[in-house]
């Protein structure tokens, strides 16, 4: 839990400082949504590709190799000073947090494999905590100590907590049973997919663009990560609760009705003018957002054949970060080209979508019958 709030407060750091980067280096609005864009695309082929080594009991490695990845993508960032560097060490971060969760949430499903939505609640509920103090630290840091300092003090922090990794046990977990059924083949985790992808596209979409649409706002450095902090709370506070509730509740309920806000508060962002009005409806996706994210975990846990749990788990983040990434790469485009009601239009659209393609398996699943077992 330790070293996944370290991971997370580097990538809160990082998206803080997207647009102090613009302002001081000179790249274009649009490098804003490739610097985001290509983290969550290799976050998805790291999710999807590796997650399933955490199934043949490859934990340990994982774990190794997403800390050290994470700690070399911050140094990197540190130093650079061309949009394609910044591109590149950005691709690492996602690739090392590609590694890092699934192998995490596999490891913390062997222990309580009866209450997934409170394990991972939980674990997520610590690493959105990091991600809350990245953008202050970030903001404060850089106007203090500069850039390069905001982006080493992450990654020296990631570097602290390898020995407890070193350290951690890791029990074996079920091996898969041959090809099986085939996760895409169970209408449980299809719908997941969808769920959790809505929940995704939304950060995408407003974490390529939130550092330049508050400060055209009127808000400055240090008041950015600030706000995005802000944003953010509402998950920290909502999630391990969030977790508690769709152990005892249908969690493919209460992702329906969490992703049906999402897209109905998304238009809002054109509507108002002012910082304060724009951090009060990024915290109501926030506070929606920390229910959506244990509620399509614990769906994916719960439909996953026996010894997929992390490749279910991969697949949920991994097909999320694409879902990201196709929000973030255009979305600073779509503010220069139409502003803050361009992209609340951008978010609302597919998203209610998604939730229609969610709710179509879910009815497929009913009819189906049981899932394949209860972790």
Same mark, same amino acid.
């Given at each position: 839990?330790?070293?996944?709030a370290v991971?997370?407060?580097g990538?809160g750091?990082v998206?803080?400082?997207?647009?102090?980067?613009?302002?001081a280096?000179g790249?274009?609005?649009?490098?804003?949504g490739?610097?985001?864009g290509?983290?969550?695309?290799?976050g998805?082929?790291?999710?999807?590709a590796?997650?399933p080594?955490?199934?043949r009991g490859?934990?340990r490695?994982?774990?190794?190799?997403?800390v050290?990845a994470? /700690? !070399?993508? %911050?140094?990197?960032l @540190? #130093?650079?000073t &061309?949009l394609?560097?910044f591109v590149?060490?950005r =691709?690492?971060?996602?690739?090392?947090d590609g590694?890092?969760?699934?192998?995490?949430?596999c490891?913390?499903?062997?222990?309580r494999?009866?209450?997934?939505?409170?394990e991972?609640?939980?674990l997520?509920?610590v690493?959105m905590g990091?991600?809350?103090l990245g953008?202050? /630290? !970030?903001g %404060?840091l850089?106007? @203090? #100590?500069?850039r &390069?300092?905001?982006?080493l003090?992450p990654a020296? =922090?990631l570097?602290?907590?390898?020995?407890l990794v070193?350290r951690?046990?890791?029990?074996?977990?079920a091996?898969?049973?041959?090809?099986?059924?085939g996760?895409?083949?169970?209408?449980?985790v299809?719908a997941?997919?969808?769920l959790?992808a809505?929940?995704f596209f939304?950060?995408g979409?407003i974490?390529?663009?939130?550092a330049?649409?508050?400060?055209?706002?009127g808000a400055?450095?240090?008041?950015?990560g600030?706000t995005?902090?802000?944003?953010l709370?509402?998950v920290v506070?909502?999630?391990?609760g969030?977790?508690r509730?769709?152990d005892?509740?249908?969690?493919?309920?209460t992702?329906l009705v969490?992703?049906?806000?999402?897209a109905?508060?998304?238009?809002?962002?054109?509507v108002?003018e002012?910082?304060?009005?724009?951090?009060v409806i990024?915290?109501a996706?926030g506070?929606?957002?920390?229910?959506?994210?244990?509620?399509?975990?614990?769906?994916?846990a719960?439909?996953?054949?026996?010894?997929q749990?992390?490749?279910?788990?991969?697949?949920l983040?991994g097909?999320g970060?694409?879902?990201?990434?196709?929000?973030a790469?255009?979305m600073?485009?779509v503010?220069?080209s139409?502003g803050?009601?361009?992209?609340?239009?951008a978010?609302?659209i597919?998203?209610?979508?998604l939730?229609?393609?969610a709710?179509?398996e879910?009815?497929?699943?009913?009819?189906?019958?049981?899932a394949p077992?209860d972790?």
């Amino acid at each position: 839990m330790l070293t996944e709030a370290v991971m997370a407060f580097g990538l809160g750091v990082v998206a803080a400082l997207l647009a102090d980067l613009q302002d001081a280096y000179g790249f274009p609005v649009w490098g804003l949504g490739v610097i985001s864009g290509i983290s969550f695309l290799t976050g998805f082929a790291g999710n999807v590709a590796l997650g399933p080594l955490a199934d043949r009991g490859h934990i340990r490695i994982m774990l190794i190799g997403g800390v050290v990845a994470g /700690a !070399g993508s %911050l140094v990197w960032l @540190a #130093l650079a000073t &061309r949009l394609w560097e910044f591109v590149a060490s950005r =691709a690492v971060f996602g690739i090392a947090d590609g590694m890092f969760l699934p192998a995490i949430r596999c490891l913390v499903l062997t222990w309580r494999p009866d209450r997934p939505g409170t394990e991972l609640g939980a674990l997520m509920g610590v690493g959105m905590g990091g991600f809350v103090l990245g953008p202050i /630290a !970030g903001g %404060l840091l850089a106007e @203090a #100590l500069g850039r &390069r300092v905001a982006f080493l003090i992450p990654a020296l =922090a990631l570097a602290v907590t390898l020995p407890l990794v070193l350290r951690l046990p890791c029990p074996r977990v079920a091996q898969p049973r041959g090809p099986g059924p085939g996760l895409l083949g169970q209408p449980r985790v299809r719908a997941a997919l969808l769920l959790g992808a809505s929940r995704f596209f939304v950060l995408g979409a407003i974490g390529a663009v939130w550092a330049r649409l508050v400060t055209d706002r009127g808000a400055s450095t240090a008041q950015v990560g600030f706000t995005l902090s802000l944003v953010l709370l509402p998950v920290v506070l909502l999630t391990p609760g969030a977790g508690r509730l769709v152990d005892r509740v249908d969690p493919a309920r209460t992702a329906l009705v969490t992703v049906a806000a999402i897209a109905l508060v998304a238009p809002l962002y054109g509507v108002v003018e002012t910082v304060m009005l724009t951090v009060v409806i990024g915290m109501a996706h926030g506070a929606l957002s920390g229910i959506t994210a244990p509620a399509s975990q614990a769906l994916t846990a719960r439909g996953s054949p026996s010894g997929q749990i992390a490749s279910g788990q991969g697949l949920l983040e991994g097909m999320g970060l694409l879902a990201a990434a196709v929000a973030a790469l255009p979305m600073g485009w779509v503010y220069g080209s139409f502003g803050a009601g361009g992209v609340g239009a951008a978010i609302a659209i597919p998203t209610a979508l998604l939730w229609l393609g969610a709710l179509i398996e879910l009815r497929r699943a009913r009819r189906a019958g049981p899932a394949p077992r209860d972790h």
